[in-house]
């Protein structure tokens, strides 16, 4: 069974520069969660959607970070314009349904993404 | 005060002894746990999942829960070189009228052969 997909696994642009994340989680998933990890603040939860509405984005750092989900196989997330403090490993997650009694969730190889 | 706390380590332990990582938390309600492995440059991946107060055993690991006194721990029985990765504790924490898994930072475990 294929597991999360993201692109591009790496990703070095410069300052001001947009990008964009992309996700496919699991087939039959309908959570999708957006994490950052850097060594200082470790992973911290972004965003993150339900049957591809968005359910809580108070992570989303600023207005230049964005996320959609236009359809359950597919998410991306933008970062417009990029800053080198954007610098991290970005992890996209799909799970079964959430609640008092969270099923687990699974992790895609991540995005290191390096702002110059 | 973190809501799942874990010590960082490093832990470093003997190839073949039992390495002993735990993880308290602070939301009583809590009903989920996990504990996920990731090694260096790699996403973290999921270990073992623990829903009721006791021990869950799958192969080399165990995981513990005591509700009562808010901790998870993970054992690894006769550990080998290719365990040393970070280990992450996960609980699910309500936030608002929306349950998310609250991560520890994480235990470094190296197993010295």
């Known amino acids: 069974d294929a597991g999360v997909i993201q692109s591009p696994r790496h990703e070095v642009t410069e300052m001001g520069q947009e990008v964009t994340l992309r996700c496919k989680p699991i087939?039959?998933?309908?959570?999708l969660f957006w994490y950052r990890q850097t060594m200082m603040r470790g992973l911290e939860l972004l965003i993150y959607f339900n049957n591809n509405v968005p359910i809580d984005d108070s992570g989303m750092p600023e207005d230049r970070f964005s996320a959609k989900m236009p359809n359950a196989s597919f998410s991306t997330l933008k970062i417009q314009p990029s800053e080198p403090r954007d610098s991290a490993v970005y992890f996209c997650?799909?799970?079964?349904?959430?609640?008092?009694?969270?099923?687990?969730?699974?992790f895609g190889d991540g995005t290191r993404l390096s702002i110059l | 005060q973190k809501e799942v706390e874990q010590n960082s380590g490093p832990l470093s332990v003997p190839e073949g002894a039992i390495a002993s990582l735990n993880c308290t938390y602070s939301?009583?309600?809590?009903?989920?746990f996990f504990w996920y492995r990731q090694y260096s440059g790699k996403s973290p991946e999921l270990i073992m999942s623990?829903?009721s107060n006791g021990d869950k055993e799958d192969g080399r690991f165990t995981a513990q829960l005591n509700k009562a006194s808010q901790y998870v721990s993970l054992l690894i029985r006769d550990s080998q070189p290719s365990d040393s990765a970070t280990y992450l504790c996960?609980?699910?924490?309500?936030?608002?009228?929306?349950?998310?898994?609250?991560w520890g930072a994480g235990t470094k475990l190296i197993i010295k052969p």
């Open positions: 623990i829903y």
């Open positions: 996960a609980v699910s924490g309500q936030r608002g009228s929306n349950y998310q898994l609250i």
């Open positions: 087939s039959g998933h309908d959570y």
């Open positions: 939301d009583r309600v809590s009903q989920s």
């Open positions: 997650a799909s799970s079964l349904r959430t609640g008092v009694r969270n099923q687990p969730q699974h």
